[in-house]
Every structure is written in C-alpha cells, then in structure tokens.
C-alpha cells in the first residue's frame, strides 16, 4: 500500500516540484496551495504525513502544525522554512513536528527526512531507492519565493562538473581518480564559493560507491541541539520532541558518501563521536547504548584556518589527522584567472540552455572586466553573476557589463564589495528580508510602478502585492 502524503505551499510553482518527486518516488501525493482546502483533504482522506510551507497567506504553517497535531496526532508534519527561519523550526519540533527543511533544498534532501520519516521495511526501502534514482532526472524549476534545486546528477557527466585548465586544477584532476578509488577520508579546504563541494561530488560518481547514496550535510545550518540527532539519529525519548525512533545521516549514507559540509562548525563534544565513527566504523544513536555499524565514506570541507581553529580549542587535533588522510586545498578564483574566460563561457552556455535562449557572445569588454576582478565570492559569486546577466540580456544577442552590473543592484554589490575580505559569505539575512530588499528596490526604481517592478525582477505584480501585504508593507 502506499504510503500518503498531503503536500501544502501556496508557491504553485514549488509545490509542483515536491509533488513531482514524492510521486516519482512512489508515493501517493495530494498537493494544494490552499492550506484551508487542505485541511479539508484531511476530514475526508487518510494521510500518513503532511510536508507544510510555513509562511503563507491564509494559514501558517504554525496554524496547520497545531491543527493537525490537535486532530490527527498520529499524522507525521515536516515544515520548509527558510535559512534565516531555523530557530523557528526548532520551536516548531518541541510543538510536535517529525523534522524540517530550509529553502533552497534538492530534491534528495527533500527525500531523506520523508524516507527517514516512513522507516520501511528493508524491500520496500530498496524500491524506494530505485524510484529515487529514477527521479533525479526531473528538471531544476525556479519560482519566486524560493529556489528548488532538482538532485544532483550522479553520471560523471553531470552538471556538477570541475571546471578549469590552470594548472592548479589539472592537478587536482589527476589525482581524482586515486583519492575516488578508495574509502579513506578525504579533508578539502578552501574559501567559500572555490568548488569544494563540487569536487567532492566528482570524488563520489568517480568511486566504487557511485551507485551508492550521497547525502550532504551542511553543519553550519544546523541548530546546536539537533546536530548530534542528525548525524546519528535518535531512540523514542532521548530528549524532548523524540516522539518516535528516526535514522540519521549515517544511515542514509550506507554504503555510500556522507559530505559533511563546514565540518568545523560542528560542536566539539559531537567531534569525539566522529571520530569514534572513523576509528571504529561504528555509531550510537542519541539515547541509545546499542553500537550500528557503519559502511560511509566521510568526505568534509572547511572554509576556516583549521590550524586557528585547533588552537582555539574550537576543532579537535586528533580528528584532524583522521580526516586529513588527502588533503586537498582548492584555489581562488583570483589565483587562476586563465580559468575566468573558461568559466564564463560555461555559465553563459548552461543558462542561456536552462532559459531556452539563442546563444550570446560574450562582448570583449565585459570578458576583460571579468578577468580584471578579484572575485572575493570567487567561482559561486561569477556563477551568480552570468546568471543575472543571461536574465537581463534574454532579448540581446550579446551580453555586456551593464548586463552583469545593473545599476539596480549596484548598491547592494557595492555593499558586498565593501566587506572585509575575512567575511567570505554573504551578509546573514533572512529569506524574507532579501526579498523585501529587492522588492524595495525594484519599487524605488520604477517610482513605485508594481508591474514594472515585477518586471524587473521577474515574477508578477501579483506576486509583489502579496509580499508587500504579508510584511505590512501595502499601506
């Protein structure tokens, strides 16, 4: 029998996306952006677990968390939130949530908390699985509110590919192959935005375990109080909010890779059990004094002076050394500018693709511009850039400077260029302040025109009256 889920966001375009990859997988899915009409669904139909937006118009999904835990106990919920919103999810688990999602998600990260979620039997798991390869063919979709990302592709000759020629990251590439070929731990530093997690993702499809699952863990989104239960998983009862016995990632990386993203946010009492995990191929879960193997691949990355970090007793010495079997350090962008025009070729062609557009030169002036700049957001940073300007210049046949630097963004840019580079990532800010900043600046640009704004920023005025409303902003 399948198993039902009840999927709510009053983001049609996301909603679409979730419900294409649950069925994909095999589940029943019924999808409503209303979460009123939802909540109707539930009187008449029986539903095994609801997956709820938490801002939306008619209802939060504080609202419908309550409601269903008041009518339908039994009912699993897991809320999408955005980045700026963990703490809330926090919150939302002690009220009886199974567990949360933060935007942008793929399609993979999405799939782990249902699967964990349903823990069926080990035949209706191995189907699952198969379903879940199938569907990481489904295609990326953008929408307004928030991104979501379709799973990486796990050929070698996916998208997610390391590109350059300097002759830093030739020899990165020779050494792939030997450092894939084995299950040693594999340590890959280097600023935000240089290509750490893409080289870990070629170090996964390069390896025996390509097959396998390759689950990603981004340690420094994650609340102090929920790492250990992440990693590891929990027995029912092991703290307040452990309404049921839930797997970790370790379990969801059996017999595959676990990337353990900015590993050097971890708390330090949660590094002696990682280490245990390298030394002993084996873990606990959180309240439980019962020993699980574990057949992973652990490969991490890390944006900070780790020896700082040693020093300051903020990262264990011993778990550096156990990780640090290949270290690997990826260049900045600024230290390989031959890569640049490269770079910029390969976005422009990926999205002129991803937009259905005729293909665009690349004007000698904005190439030269390009090349000149010290990229501090390095390759992530020229990536949103080419994105911006294939948008701005859909109906040229080439794409200039004022393409990628439109004077619309160019205080927030300015901004940004103005930080210290010792702050390698962006300003902190929630999902809905960037929006109302845009939504501001679109407004103040078109004298307070909301179809033109919506223009500019490529949504609808629809869209912006229902931000401005649900900020207060529409007086």
């Known amino acids: 029998m399948k198993r039902s889920i009840l999927v709510i966001d009053d983001d049609e375009l996301l909603l679409g996306f979730i419900e294409e990859i649950l069925t994909a997988t095999g589940y029943q899915v019924s999808a409503y952006s209303s979460p009123v009409k939802a909540l109707d669904h539930l009187k008449k139909e029986t539903v095994d677990l609801v997956i709820t937006d938490v801002k939306m118009n008619e209802l939060t999904g504080d609202e419908v968390l309550a409601e269903v835990k008041k009518e339908y106990p039994n009912i699993g919920v897991i809320m999408i939130t955005g980045f700026g919103n963990i703490n809330h999810a926090v919150r939302a688990l002690h009220k009886g949530a199974f567990d949360y999602i933060t935007k942008p998600f793929k399609a993979k990260e999405i799939l782990f908390r249902v699967n964990r979620f349903f823990e069926a039997d080990p035949e209706e798991e191995a189907a699952k699985k198969k379903s879940a390869a199938n569907a990481t063919s489904a295609p990326s979709i953008k929408s307004d509110k928030a991104e979501a990302v379709s799973p990486v592709d796990a050929s070698k000759k996916g998208e997610n590919q390391f590109i350059g020629n300097d002759p830093q990251i030739k020899k990165l590439m020779r050494v792939l192959p030997q450092i894939a070929k084995n299950v040693a731990p594999v340590l890959i530093q280097g600023e935000s935005g240089t290509g750490k997690e893409v080289f870990a993702h070629q170090i996964h499809v390069h390896s025996n375990r390509a097959d396998g699952p390759y689950i990603k863990i981004n340690c420094a989104n994650l609340p102090s109080e929920l790492v250990e239960s992440t990693l590891f998983g929990h027995i029912k009862g092991a703290f307040t909010g452990a309404i049921s016995d839930r797997k970790g990632a370790f379990d969801a990386a059996d017999g595959g890779t676990l990337l353990l993203d900015e590993i050097t946010e971890i708390d330090i009492n949660v590094q002696a059990k990682l280490l245990r995990v390298l030394q002993e191929n084996e873990f606990y879960r959180v309240g439980s004094q019962k020993p699980i193997k574990a057949n992973v691949r652990i490969l991490a990355t890390s944006n900070r002076n780790i020896a700082e970090s040693i020093a300051d007793k903020e990262f264990r010495e011993d778990l550096y050394y156990r990780l640090n079997v290949f270290p690997i350090e990826i260049p900045p962008l600024r230290q390989r500018k031959s890569d640049i025009p490269l770079l910029v070729n390969y976005f422009a062609e990926h999205y002129t693709k991803h937009y259905g557009l005729e293909p ?40 200039k400077i004022e393409h990628i630097n439109n004077e619309m963004f160019s205080s927030v840019d300015e901004n940004l260029s103005n930080e ?56």
Not at 381 to 393: F, Q, S, T, V
Not at 435 to 463: C, H, P, V, W, Y
């Open 420 to 475: 210290s580079m010792e702050s390698e990532d962006l300003p902190l800010m929630s999902i809905e302040e960037a929006e109302m900043k845009l939504i501001r600046k679109a407004l103040e640009k078109t004298n307070g025109n909301q179809k033109k704004a919506a223009e500019l920023l490529g949504i609808s005025d629809r869209t912006i009256r229902n931000k401005l409303k649900q900020y207060g902003e529409d007086e």
């Open 360 to 399: 665009k030169e690349i004007s000698k002036e904005l190439m030269d511009y390009m090349v000149s700049q010290d990229w501090r957001g390095n390759v992530r940073e020229l990536n949103n850039k080419m994105h911006r300007g294939i948008i701005l210049a859909q109906d040229s046949d080439s794409i």
